[in-house]
């Protein structure tokens, strides 16, 4: 339950994080893999909008 207003980026990302949970994906646990959108943790200041390497390696191991 989140009350304070957030940023459309950081909207996005939350939305990513979780579309990765619908096609399959895990928390990425790796701590070399900390950008990825599937990080386990996000920060407040975290942008990402789009698949990073990691995500997209996640996906194609499932779906290729």
Known sequence: YYTD????E???NV???EMGHIWGL???DDDT???SLM???ISSRTTLV????DDIKGVR???D
Request: with cysteine.
């Open 5 to 8: 207003t957030i940023s459309d």
């Open 10 to 12: 950081r909207a996005q």
């Open 15 to 17: 939305i990513m994080h």
């Open 26 to 28: 895990m928390h990425s």
């Open 33 to 35: 893999e900390s950008s």
């Open 39 to 41: 990080w386990k943790c």
């Open 50 to 53: 789009e698949p990073q390497p």
């Open 61 to 63: 191991y499932i779906y």
